[in-house]
């Protein structure tokens, strides 16, 4: 019997899709996710297609001027470095190298085959179809975006924030890189009853992803606290971020909120002076 919080991995599943210990299946792991479990998925990925994207991603950002561009139609990919007081004109706070891609620019770097192979399971978790919103454009109000960021080593951070769960019931979040290996400390955390932090980074191996309930708090620390930030580097923490995204075509748009919360040591100082200034 499953057991809330165990991973997928770890069912063994019968042969015959209609069999009723399916449906168990469903109903537990539908309670468990709107209960706010969070889900580990091992191996998703495979390791070199993250460690390739890294490298790519990084060739990419400095080939390109980085720019930005509202997510309308025709909007070419594109990348950002938002730092600490850029990040502030955002909807939740943060400090970030991001690299966006969409499905109707070609897909210059081979994500969208390997990703979608995926995204598509975790759509029909979500209750959506298995490719819904795929082949959309701006237009039809919610995209697939994918997102590469490098969080730069002392400042990079994502303020406590839940995701809109109005398009997409859970976030889907992939780790190109790992703890104690390609960075130390800090990185992403969940926060549970009473404000507490629950750390799940040294469980992560790169390939691995993460699904929760969109609304489930949760946040960056910043990593490496002692290594000069440099933007042009491919060092230090990555991430991968799939989501379906309100487009700037509608008129009332879902977006993140922050989650006022005095967590101590999950935001960096510089970020915290701009703040008292
Ligand atoms: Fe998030």
Not at 19 to 26: E, G, K, Y
Not at 120 to 135: A, C, T
Not at 200 to 211: H, R
Request: glycine content about 8%; some cysteine.
């Amino acid at each position: 019997m499953p057991e809330t919080g165990q991973p997928f991995g770890q069912y063994t599943s019968p042969t015959n899709h209609h069999h009723p210990w399916h449906l168990q299946f469903v109903q537990e792991i539908i309670a468990s996710l709107y209960h706010g479990d969070a889900y580990l998925i091992k191996r998703t990925f495979p390791k070199k297609f993250m460690t390739d994207m890294i490298q790519n991603v990084h060739k990419y950002c400095l080939e390109k001027p980085p720019e930005f561009y509202k997510m309308l139609e025709g909007s070419p990919d594109f990348h950002r470095m938002i730092d600490i007081e850029t990040g502030k004109k955002y909807s939740v706070d943060s400090c970030k190298h991001s690299c966006y891609f969409y499905h109707w620019n070609g897909d210059p770097l081979n994500l969208f085959e390997t990703i979608n192979y995926s995204w598509r399971v975790l759509k029909q978790l979500m209750g959506l179809d298995y490719n819904q919103y795929e082949k959309n454009t701006p237009k039809d109000g919610v995209v697939d975006r994918i997102q590469v960021v490098r969080y730069p080593p002392q400042i990079g951070y994502l303020e406590p924030h839940t995701d809109p769960y109005q398009h997409q019931r859970l976030i889907f979040s992939g780790y190109p890189s790992k703890r104690g290996v390609d960075y130390q400390g800090g990185g992403f955390y969940l926060i549970g009853a009473g404000d507490r932090i629950i750390e799940i980074e040294d469980q992560i191996d790169v390939g691995d992803s993460l699904v929760c309930y969109a609304t489930v708090y949760h946040g960056v620390a910043p990593s490496d606290r002692d290594i000069e930030p440099d933007w042009t580097k491919s060092d230090g923490r990555w991430f991968l971020s799939m989501f379906s995204n309100a487009s700037d075509a509608r008129t009332v748009r879902y977006t993140a909120a922050p989650v006022k919360l005095s967590v101590p040591g999950v935001i960096p100082i510089q970020a915290l002076e701009v703040e008292r200034s």
